[in-house]
């Protein structure tokens, strides 16, 4: 409620200094030139949209306020020959204490920021000054004086005055306002004179203010010079993308152009009215408007909820852009929205929406999905973890690369259309990273197939594996489990060890690596590499070890089986060596060692070190052996 009590009469004017982080903001404002020096009336005509939107919104819950049927609306008028500009608002008013914190502080942190970027003479300040929390300063860019007159939404607040000229200091005293809302006056420096031309107004408001939500009103004008209908619930022929581009970076303050904007306008199955955007980069600006993750809700044009995280899943949450619904009550609160069924509607559409018009980006801009991919993949990819009943949905915007295609990404439908004839499944391998997963011993019997695999190698591909089961009627099995799907194509080989010879050899392994390894035995299908590690059968899969081990989890890791390739050169060498020798065992440690590297399993890389100096040096001892 508001309250009942008149605040304190204040009968003098009192001179108050500003921060030293706004008197330097000041100077530069007020001693720089600009090139665009006309959005400091975007900026103040923002101000006004924020102070109309708030009082809307406190008219649904709260019964004592000051002029309930004022018209919500902005006043512009000027007088050329004194170069006055006047602005008022019928917004939700100041009172003296909030007239000191809104216009005599700045943000320490927005104002530092702000003059870090000045340092930089490639940027277009008059462009980026809103991103800092400084808007309203930029009136000083034209101003010689500025005088801002409030009062208070509470009906027994007092009007209040606020004067500055941008030197140290601002004087804040009593004001006679009989009507809630704010007037800002203006007088201009002779070289801004323009600003008291109404046709020059005009040109700004259209530029900049045009679908700004609350009619302007300019000079003795009856008409609104703005358009006003919110741009979302605008027919999307009548628009054209630079006015979607400007919406954005109004929005957000990206100034980089966006991937991709949907716009929903819709009747069934909920009243719907949606802009969303997906920005260019995932990563969120340092001085970007938007602070969190969420959509702006509004209900029949007001703003209800600034950051709304339930009208989207949460792998979608790097979405930007406004919803509008005449379905919501106005009086819900923002604790009940969530609660909603409607909630629940609205975001199966939008969801639905998105990845409908993510998956026409990628038919129709390979490209640019390319882009989308590279910044946004692990979201999706998250999605299928969190959510495995959106899999369906989502594995036609995932991409792999491949054994075959290391450096292009491909879908999970151009890696079927590229399958064997015989080919069953889709394989895939997990590993550490996109180079060494390349040399992995697992890939050696489908390299020599020409059989592709899916390459996995950032974290969350082992979650986003226990949603991803199959493909439309093909299942996904990892190359280091599954059956040979054939056999090798018939090629030369090179001579095996004999059986007897290889036992011997199988054996010394076993007896030097010891508990490290459950079994040592001879592999079926490795060509290229010396030797691989597999799990035991009935072992936890590769996959969920990964996890246990992403997630810190306990869990006891099964006694790796080694497997050894009879053909390879290295084994037949290393019968040669004297049995039972040092250097035989140092080769044996040293293969174990480089399976578990390859596998990303080795706790330790660098205690490999000393152990290859040794290697390093018998070698030189026997150059010609």
């Not at 036609?396 to 999970?412: A, D, G, V, Y």
């Not at 151009?414 to 697992?442: F, T, W």
């Not at 199959?470 to 996904?476: F, H, M, Q, R, V």
């Not at 497997?563 to 040669?576: C, T, V």
Request: aromatic share 8%; with cysteine.
């Amino acid at each position: 409620m508001s309250d009942s009590k008149p605040e304190p009469v204040q009968n003098a004017a009192e001179s108050l200094s500003f921060k030293a982080e706004t008197r330097q903001l000041l100077n530069i404002l007020i001693h720089s030139l600009y090139k665009d020096r006309e959005v400091f009336l975007r900026e103040l005509l923002s101000n006004a949209s924020d102070a109309l939107n708030r009082i809307r919104f406190e008219m649904l819950t709260e019964h004592q306020v000051l002029d309930p049927a004022a018209e919500l609306a902005i006043h512009i008028t000027v007088d050329k020959d004194k170069r006055l500009l006047i602005l008022q608002d019928t917004g939700i008013g100041m009172t003296r204490e909030e007239i000191i914190e809104n216009l005599g502080t700045i943000a320490q942190s927005g104002a530092r920021k702000f003059m870090e970027a000045t340092r930089d003479s490639k940027t277009d300040f008059s462009q980026v000054i809103g991103q800092f929390g400084v808007g309203f300063y930029s009136v000083f860019m034209v101003a010689e004086r500025v005088q801002v007159t409030s009062r208070s939404f509470k009906p027994r607040a007092r009007a209040v005055s606020w004067v500055a000229t941008g030197e140290d200091r601002f004087e804040v005293s009593p004001a006679e306002m009989n009507t809630r809302g704010t007037k800002v006056e203006i007088l201009l420096k002779p070289d801004a004179a323009e600003f008291a031309e109404e046709y020059r107004l005009q040109e700004i408001i259209h530029k900049h203010s045009d679908y700004i939500g609350f009619p302007i009103f300019l000079g003795d004008a009856k008409e609104p010079v703005n358009k006003q209908a919110s741009l979302w619930r605008t027919p999307k022929q009548e628009l054209t993308s630079e006015q979607y581009q400007e919406f954005y970076r109004q929005a957000t303050l990206d100034f980089e152009e966006p991937l991709l904007h949907i716009h929903i306008i819709t009747d069934v199955p909920v009243q719907l009215f949606a802009l969303l955007f997906i920005p260019g980069k995932a990563e969120r600006g340092l001085f970007s408007l938007r602070k969190e993750d969420g959509l702006k809700l509004y209900s029949r044009n007001i703003l209800i909820d600034e950051y709304n995280k339930a009208l989207l899943p949460e792998y979608l949450r790097f979405v930007q852009g406004v919803v509008d619904s005449e379905d919501l009550p106005l009086n819900v609160s923002r604790e009940t929205i969530q609660s909603t069924g409607l909630m629940t509607r609205l975001k199966k559409v939008l969801t639905n929406q998105v990845l409908k018009d993510l998956e026409a980006l990628a038919g129709k801009e390979p490209e640019k999905y390319q882009q989308f991919w590279h910044e946004y993949g692990p979201f999706l990819k998250q999605g299928v973890a969190m959510e495995p009943a959106e899999t369906e949905a989502l594995a036609p915007l995932l991409r792999f690369k491949t054994n075959l295609h290391p450096e292009s990404w491909c879908s999970l439908e151009e890696y079927a259309g590229r399958m064997q004839p015989d080919q069953k499944v889709i394989y895939y391998l997990v590993g550490e990273n996109p180079k060494s997963i390349l040399l992995s011993p697992h890939l050696d019997y489908f390299q020599a197939q020409g059989t592709e695999v899916l390459l996995l190698t950032e974290p969350v591909d082992s979650f986003m594996l226990m949603g991803l089961h199959k493909y439309k009627e093909l299942e996904l099995k990892n190359v280091a489990q599954a059956e040979l799907p054939e056999k090798p194509k018939e090629e030369p080989k090179a001579e095996e060890i004999p059986a007897g010879e290889f036992q011997t050899l199988l054996e010394r392994f076993k007896q030097v690596l010891g508990e490290r390894v459950g079994e040592v035995r001879a592999s079926e299908r490795l060509s290229q590499s010396v030797a691989r590690l597999v799990d035991p059968q009935g072992a936890m899969n590769p996959e969920m070890q990964r996890v246990y081990k992403y997630l810190g989890k306990e869990y006891e890791a099964p006694h790796k089986i080694l497997e050894l390739n009879p053909a390879h050169a290295l084994l037949g060498a290393l019968l040669k060596l004297k049995p039972d020798s040092a250097l035989q065992a140092l080769v044996i440690e040293q293969i174990y060692d480089s399976a578990l590297l390859v596998e990303g399993l080795h706790p330790d890389p660098s205690s490999m070190v000393p152990r290859l100096q040794q290697l390093m040096q018998a070698a030189l001892e026997h150059p010609e052996e």
